[in-house]
Nanobody
């Protein structure tokens, strides 16, 4: 497993934008699928988005499509989740995850996880 470190969470107002970032503490992850998940209070973990080593993107819940964008900068060994037009229901702990493969095989294929970063959206 790889240790992942998220950053960029915080408290924002509804309608604001926020970008969370993820980088491994060691190793290069440019050749594997990276993803973002979230867990809202009282709810199960939810798949948000993933990006392959080639930059193909996959999005989970319909509620984030068109508002959230996942990207990666392999030169910086980092993955990002840009969140626009945030809503109170986006409040959650956001987790970065890494697969061991170059191709996306589903939200169950992630093996390494970060500690999470809290995103709180006030109304």
């Amino acid at each position: 497993q790889v240790q992942l470190v998220e950053s960029g969470g915080g408290l924002v107002q509804a309608g604001d934008s926020l970008r969370v970032s993820c980088a491994p503490s060691r190793r290069t992850l440019s050749s594997v699928v990276m993803g973002w998940f979230r867990r809202a209070p009282g709810k199960e973990r939810e798949f948000v988005a993933a990006i392959t080593s080639m930059g193909d993107t996959i999005y989970g819940a319909d509620s984030v499509k068109g508002r959230f964008t996942i990207s990666r900068d392999n030169a910086k060994n980092s993955v990002y989740l840009q969140m626009n037009r945030l809503k109170p229901e986006d409040t959650a702990v956001y987790y970065c995850a890494a697969s061991t493969r170059a191709n996306y095989l589903g939200p169950g294929d992630f093996r390494s996880w970060g500690q999470g970063t809290q995103v709180t959206v006030s109304s």
